[in-house]
């Protein structure tokens, strides 16, 4: 079984369009996180969640907006496409406490806006 | 403040060592390494949490001195698997949110 899952694996979506990435995670973690990779491999936080509960939102264009129905989904709807949007998403789950527990990935979703 | 890490990127032969370094300017509560291979997610491999502390995940170690604010990561009788992106990961004021160094790419040739 896979622990942490997300799907699409790839999407491939003109500019302008509205997305979605979906996670999800059978780990019983009450944290979940959404990473983005650029092509210079540079991993960077985008949201965390605990509990269903927003506690980091970094820099993030509004445009990109996180949605937990339960502990164990976190998904990312993205509306209005940019091309600078194109990267490798990675969704994450810990136990709370990041200072003391591993972070899991899933496969990651690689983004490719045309 | 994202943590630096260096080198940037490290070519061996299979069997030589490497060391590889992440320094912060700010306190480090605790020190996470993860090896990310091509294509595939980051897994994790360890995490340091007091100063002087060590630990090894199969011939990879790892040092933390929280005086100098630095961790490093030692690769003993490196082996091609070993091959990836390696990333340290700090903690930020000891919250939630863990951020990355920009990695090290590590090459193992036979």
């Known amino acids: 079984d896979t622990a942490v899952s997300q799907t699409p694996k790839y999407l491939v979506t003109q500019m302008g369009n509205d997305k979605s990435i979906k996670c999800e995670q059978n780990?019983?973690?009450?944290?979940m996180y959404w990473y983005k990779q650029d092509s210079k491999k540079f991993l960077k936080i985008m949201f965390s969640?605990?509990?269903?509960?927003?506690?980091i939102n970094e820099t993030v264009p509004n445009r990109f907006s996180p949605k937990s129905p339960d502990k164990a989904h976190l998904n990312l709807h993205i509306n209005s496409l940019e091309l600078g949007d194109s990267a490798v998403y990675f969704c994450?789950?810990?136990?709370?406490?990041?200072?003391?527990?591993?972070?899991?990935f899933g496969q990651g979703t690689r983004l490719t806006v045309v | 403040q994202q943590p630096v890490q260096s080198p940037q990127a490290v070519i061996l032969r299979e069997g030589e060592d490497a060391v590889i370094n992440c320094s912060s300017s700010?306190?480090?509560?605790?020190v996470h390494w993860y090896r990310q291979k091509h294509g595939e997610a980051p897994v994790f491999l360890m995490i340091?949490?007091?100063?002087?502390e060590q630990k090894g995940h199969e011939k990879i170690s790892a040092s933390f001195n929280e005086k100098k604010q630095q961790s490093s990561l030692y690769l003993t009788a490196s082996q091609l698997s070993y091959s990836g992106t390696y990333f340290c990961?700090?903690?930020?004021?000891?919250?939630?949110?863990?951020?990355f160094g920009k990695g090290t790419k590590l090459t193992v040739n036979p």
């Open positions: 340091l949490l007091k100063g002087g």
């Open positions: 780990l019983g973690h009450d944290t």
């Open positions: 990961g700090t903690p930020q004021g000891g919250s939630e949110k863990l951020v």
């Open positions: 969640y605990n509990n269903k509960e927003l506690i």
């Open positions: 994450a789950s810990s136990r709370p406490g990041t200072v003391n527990t591993e972070a899991f």
């Open positions: 700010k306190a480090l509560y605790s």
